[in-house]
């Protein structure tokens, strides 16, 4: 069994800062890509970044300079500090192992 429990989420101003975190446990003995999505009402999900193991990351364009993601391969976690927030960033945000293993989904809100 696998469990990835994410934290950090909350209502935060335009501008404002958020970290979230995502923790695995379980059964997880090497985790080659780790990765945030997030979804928005009435949309799809999307992938906002990656990082492989030997610490490659990728964007989407809407968040590039905006958003920086992390990861502790000692304690199977991963990071998203995200700056300079926009409304647009509002959503439901997910970390997700290895193309396989979801969290829970965790509430992001940008608003004033």
């Known amino acids: 069994q696998v469990q990835l429990v994410e934290s950090g989420g909350g209502l935060v101003q335009p501008g404002g800062s958020l970290r979230l975190s995502c923790a695995g446990f379980?059964?997880?003995?090497?985790?080659?890509?780790v990765s945030w999505y997030r979804q928005a009402p009435g949309d799809q999900r999307e992938l906002v970044a990656s990082?492989?193991?030997?610490?490659?990351?990728n964007y989407v364009d809407s968040v590039k300079g905006r958003f920086t993601i992390t990861r502790d391969n000692a304690w199977n976690t991963v990071y998203l500090q995200m700056n300079s927030l926009k409304p647009e960033d509002t959503a439901v945000y997910y970390c997700?192992?290895?193309?396989?293993?979801w969290g829970q989904g965790i509430q992001v809100t940008v608003s004033s």
């Open positions: 997700n192992f290895n193309n396989t293993y």
């Open positions: 379980g059964s997880i003995f090497s985790i080659y890509i």
């Open positions: 990082i492989s193991r030997g610490g490659t990351t």
